[in-house]
């Protein structure tokens, strides 16, 4: 695996992509935070690491409910793609084919669902209930699927044009997945104390089977909120960007680029939150998962 040729495909806001061989990818995922939909102009160190280390827990653990693209996290298994400081924050992956929707359950109605209840009470075709409040559990996780857009904001379509769009067969195999996996999750964080309240998945096609890929619950994917401070009723605290967001607040910037440099105690103390969301969803520091991925 490490001598197949590695070559740089894409960068998201938050990721570098490298195809490697014919059959495999490289995610590496960088310590970039953004607030705000804009990209701070300071790392938050560890950030990456602690992104790939909560998708390769997530994969590691559900793997016996749906199969996952990860190949390996370990160092001695990863290309060199030209990249320093790679262990830890770069995934090696089987490569697939998309499917072109996002899988999104929610156990919890906030965001664009919260905007749509409001709207229309329904969230992507689903009825709910009346008089729920921002933020109120769901009756049952729902699968409410999402176009990929190339730019601008995904788009909440129904269930019915998610399987018109994958193919019913594929569609309903990946949401029984997601909505399996999203409630091993939820448990296993409710134990934890920390509520998921919605989560995107993306699924794509290896030989035919319908397989997770992309990340998996991490906060870059996820509303996490504390249990401790949930009040429905309201928009919760984030587990992960809320200090950051409420520090942005108050510095009175205007959302618009160039963002304010961040001073280094902000820095250190959304890094902070970043590791223990890392140790809490997981049950292991994250020196454990370091050290894991360098042996
Ligand atoms: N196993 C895989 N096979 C093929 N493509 C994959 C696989 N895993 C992830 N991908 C794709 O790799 C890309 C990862 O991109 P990334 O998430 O870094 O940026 P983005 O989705 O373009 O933007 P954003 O920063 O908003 O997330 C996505 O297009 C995803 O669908
Ligand atoms: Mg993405």
Not at 4 to 11: D, I, K, L, T, Y
Not at 19 to 41: E, F
Not at 204 to 225: Q, Y
Request: glycine share 8%; aromatic share 8%.
């Amino acid at each position: 695996m490490p001598t197949a040729e590695a070559r740089h495909v894409g960068s998201g806001k938050v990721r570098e992509i490298f195809t490697v061989g014919d059959d495999a990818l490289l995610l590496v995922a960088s310590d970039r935070i953004s607030a705000y939909d804009v990209v701070m102009r300071e790392p938050v160190p560890d950030k990456g690491k602690v992104l790939t280390g909560l998708s390769a827990h997530w994969f590691e653990a559900t793997a016996s409910l749906c199969s996952n693209h990860m190949i390996s996290v370990a160092a001695r298994d990863l290309p060199d793609v030209g990249l320093d400081d790679l262990p830890g924050r770069a995934m090696l992956c089987r490569r697939a084919e998309p499917l072109p929707v996002e899988f999104v359950v929610r156990g919890y109605l906030a965001g664009s669902g919260w905007r749509e209840y409001r709207a229309t009470g329904r969230v992507c075709g689903h009825a709910l209930p009346d008089g729920l409040r921002e933020a109120d559990r769901l009756p049952r996780p729902l699968l409410t699927p999402a176009t990929k857009a190339t730019s601008g904001h995904d788009e909440n379509i129904t269930e019915a044009e998610a399987a018109s769009i994958c193919g019913p067969a594929s569609y309903e195999a990946a949401r029984d997945r997601a909505v399996a996996v999203y409630e091993h999750a939820a448990a296993a964080a409710a134990a934890r104390g920390i509520i998921v309240a919605d989560t995107k998945f993306e699924f794509g096609l290896i030989d035919g089977e319908v397989v997770l890929i992309d990340e998996a619950l991490t906060p870059d994917s996820s509303r996490f909120w504390p249990a401790d401070t949930y009040v429905p009723g309201r928009g919760q605290p984030s587990f992960d960007k809320q200090y950051l967001r409420d520090w942005l607040d108050r510095s009175g910037w205007d959302h618009s680029p160039p963002p304010p440099a961040l001073p280094a105690d902000v820095v250190a103390a959304t890094r902070a939150r970043y590791v223990e969301a890392y140790e809490r969803l997981t049950g292991r520091s994250l020196n454990d998962y370091l050290t894991g991925v360098a042996a």
